[in-house]
């Protein structure tokens, strides 16, 4: 399974983090950061996947949350990490 996260490095992002590795703390997680991104590269990729705001956590190239998640959030993506 392959997990991205999408963050411009505000306190939203860090939170979503924070929140995402707290409930699945075995997850593997490439995190992309848009102070890393000088090459375009990341813009791209967010492209691809269709991400359209941050934070956003990409899992298997498909948008699986965008934004502060809530419990819902967390128990549908229990769902989809098989947790």
Do not use: W
Not at 34 to 45: I, T, V
């Amino acid at each position: 399974m392959e997990v991205e996260f999408f963050s411009a490095e505000c306190r939203l992002c860090e939170r979503t983090l924070g929140i995402v590795k707290e409930n699945f703390p075995n997850l593997e997680i490439d995190v992309h950061l848009a102070s890393e991104c000088e090459d375009g590269s990341c813009c791209a990729l967010a492209e691809q996947y269709g991400v359209r705001a941050v934070p956003s956590l990409v899992v298997n190239g498909k948008v699986a949350l965008v934004g502060l998640p809530d419990e819902h959030d967390i128990k549908l993506l229990s769902t989809l990490f098989q947790l």
